[in-house]
């Protein structure tokens, strides 16, 4: 069965995550794989990168699907976007790739993106795509915090409860954090990058920083928690709205062809 690796962007805000619900709750899963359904009739199982959480957005998720007939990739994007509409989500690439090809497994690298727009005003063509602050977080003692946290480590304050990986050892190549003013406010984004992530882990990280830009906690805390290996040690998750999966990397570039 020719297999096709897809880039997928979608506000996550209607959707209760990635994965498809046995309770029948909308996910971008589901979505994706009923407009597979109305191209060729049958179950479709398709799988992704990253199984983002309820409320939270993607760019660059990448998911492969393998299908009965073979398709030129631009038509089936085309015809794959006319079936997901009204919702939104939308496929931005289309590649025909080979069975050794697996969207979840053989990805080197995952990045996401963390919105934070600093303002009192209340959001109007932003809102549910940040997490509004009314009071400014210094950036560079976030940057202080953010660099007891790059390389190895046992992540484990830093992972839900229920997260499913076998090991809370994991390598993060990096956590940038610039900040643009505009009249009114600034926004703020944190971009990490790693092989992989825990479950919770980037809105962990996120929340934890937010206290040390508010001055909540010194910097050095964040090592401290790091250390401390326990999930009460933990700052407040930051909220779902502002966080995008932006990029799936792979030995090979599915859609540099």
């Known amino acids: 069965m ?11 805000g209607p959707f209760c995550g990635w994965q498809r619900q046995a309770d ?7 979505a994706v794989e009923e407009a597979l359904q109305r191209l060729e009739p ?15 957005h993607a760019t660059g998720q990448v998911a492969h699907a393998d299908l009965a007939r073979a398709w030129e990739p631009f038509r ?5 976007n006319w079936h997901l509409k009204p919702a939104p989500v939308a496929v931005t690439a289309c590649a025909r790739v ?14 996401y993106l963390y919105r934070i727009v600093a303002r009192r005003a209340p959001l109007t063509h932003g809102r549910g795509l940040a997490w509004q602050l009314r009071n400014r977080p210094d950036p560079e003692l976030m940057r202080e915090g953010a660099a007891h946290l790059i390389g190895r480590h046992d992540f484990t304050t830093f992972r839900s409860v229920m997260c499913q ?13 610039a900040e643009t003013a505009f009249p009114g406010g600034s926004e703020i984004r944190f971009t990490l990058r790693a092989r992989s992530f825990l479950h919770n882990q980037v809105r962990s990280i ?17 090592a401290q928690a790091l250390e401390a290996r326990d999930r009460a040690a933990c700052g407040p998750v930051a909220p779902p709205q502002g966080l995008y999966l932006t990029e799936a990397t792979y030995p090979q570039d599915p859609f540099a062809q």
Do not use: N
């Open 165 to 177: 990986a076998q090991s809370p050892v994991k390598t993060l190549d990096e956590i940038t954090i």
């Open 2 to 12: 020719p297999r096709y690796a897809l880039r997928i962007e979608y506000d996550g």
């Open 42 to 56: 049958g179950p479709h199982r398709i799988h992704a990168a990253g199984r983002t959480d309820a409320g939270v």
């Open 76 to 80: 089936l994007s085309e015809a794959l």
């Open 24 to 30: 029948g709750q909308p996910s971008v899963q589901q």
């Open 206 to 222: 996120i929340g934890t920083l937010e206290r040390v830009g508010a001055g909540a906690w010194p910097p050095e805390k964040v």
């Open 98 to 111: 080979d069975e050794s090809f697996h969207a979840r497994f053989t990805a080197t690298g995952r990045g």
